[in-house]
């Protein structure tokens, strides 16, 4: 008689897809996300929740919320995350290589004179593109509202949150959004079960030991990169430095980072090739965060050019991957415990009312200025929500009805 096959049970370090399955999705996202950071997580969970099937709606806003709560560019680190879940390690960095390079390479070739975009940036197709994050956002806002502000209580706190932060905008807003909702949740929805953990079939591959370690190499270079750049006077080390600061110290991500991108590279770079450099991030899709690659080619000594814009990148981006690695798995133990399934609860129903406040400022004023623009919002959304086309089709006719239209 032949003996039964064990099957060996999945372990919190085993992945659950591959690193080339995460880069072939995010590739796609990081050739047709344009919008900035709250279209990116429509896009995210257009293509991970409704298409995949990777996450569930609670698990997804989960992620949302954490990402919110690190420094760092907020969706990239969604999608960091979304790689980590599903392909450990080797999948974040995948998610991050596949939807950052594609405006990456545009910029740093924008920064060596491929002056056809900027002739392009006032362009209808960009106006178009506009347009369709508008709907892009709306899709995603109302399909979470669904599950996350279901019942009374959590709608409740989804309007008081999408009050509050149009009345606080900025950074501080957000967190505050956030921990009101969670308090909120706390006091207001006892009924939740913690045995109904969202996304509980889904495992962290990554280790609680490997992630103290992440959170101490991320304190570590903070600390003593400025000491080892000063003591050794290396430009490069200076470079690397001055983007892993300006990572690990910005909250919100997206155009927050302006300000101290400025300053960082004050005296170095001319304040019209800064903004023009910033004017063409808008006219790219992914995340604003690869601005940095255009810094780095521009920069006037050594390195510059294209080690320039890769050292330039890594750094701005090294501090984000450090701290998903690091706080993803206390995250997900977190949501777990009676206590802290409610509070996230009403984290997640504020999450929608923030996206909700974004999308009614400054989304919808940006992406349609002109009853043509809401005519291509509108049919997007259509096209995507009720006909189910895929977003980066519609977001290519949105630019092609936008160059003939407006």
Wanted: hydrophobic share 60%.
């Amino acid at each position: 008689m032949a003996k039964p096959v064990r099957v060996k049970p999945k372990t919190a370090s085993e992945p659950r897809g591959s690193a080339l399955e995460v880069f072939r999705a995010f590739l796609i996202l990081g050739l047709t996300s344009f919008g900035g950071p709250v279209a990116h997580i429509g896009y995210f969970r257009n293509a991970f929740v409704e298409k995949r099937r990777w996450l569930d709606d609670k698990s997804f806003a989960d992620i949302v919320a954490m990402c919110q709560f690190l420094p760092g560019p907020a969706s990239s680190q969604v999608g960091m995350a979304i790689g980590l879940l599903r392909a450990g390690v080797g999948g974040l960095i995948a998610a991050w290589v596949a939807f950052t390079a594609p405006s990456a390479i545009l910029l740093a070739a924008f920064a060596y004179g491929v002056a056809a975009l900027g002739g392009a940036l006032g362009g209808g197709w960009l106006a178009g593109l506009k347009a369709a994050a508008v709907a892009v956002v709306a899709q995603a806002v109302i399909n979470m509202a669904r599950t996350l502000c279901a019942g009374r209580e959590r709608a409740t706190i989804g309007v008081a949150a999408a009050a509050f932060a149009s009345l606080v905008p900025g950074t501080i807003g957000q967190i505050l959004t956030l921990v009101l909702g969670g308090a909120a949740g706390l006091l207001f929805l006892r009924n939740e079960e913690a045995g109904k953990t969202s996304g509980a079939h889904l495992r962290v591959p990554v280790k609680r030991r490997f992630a103290l370690v992440s959170l101490a190499i991320f304190a570590a270079i903070l600390i003593f990169l400025p000491i080892a750049s000063a003591a050794t006077g290396s430009s490069a080390l200076r470079l690397f430095d001055s983007f892993y600061r300006v990572g690990s110290l910005v909250f919100g991500g997206g155009h927050v980072v302006l300000p101290l991108l400025e300053a960082a590279v004050s005296g170095l770079i001319p304040h019209d090739q800064f903004l023009a450099g910033y004017g063409a991030a808008q006219a790219v899709p992914g995340p604003v965060f690869t601005f940095a690659a255009y810094l780095g080619v521009l920069m006037p000594m050594p390195p510059n050019g294209v080690p320039g814009a890769l050292i330039a990148l890594i750094g701005i981006f090294l501090s984000s991957m450090l701290l998903v690695i690091g706080a993803l798995p206390f995250w997900w133990q977190l949501r777990g415990a009676p206590l802290a399934r409610r509070a996230l609860s009403g984290v997640n129903a504020a999450v929608v009312g923030l996206l909700g406040a974004v999308l009614w400022n400054p989304v919808i004023p940006l992406g349609i200025p002109n009853v043509r623009a809401l005519v291509i919002a509108l049919a997007v959304y259509a096209t995507v929500e009720f006909w189910k086309i895929p977003p980066w089709a519609a977001v290519i006719a949105a630019a092609a009805a936008g160059f003939a239209l407006l």
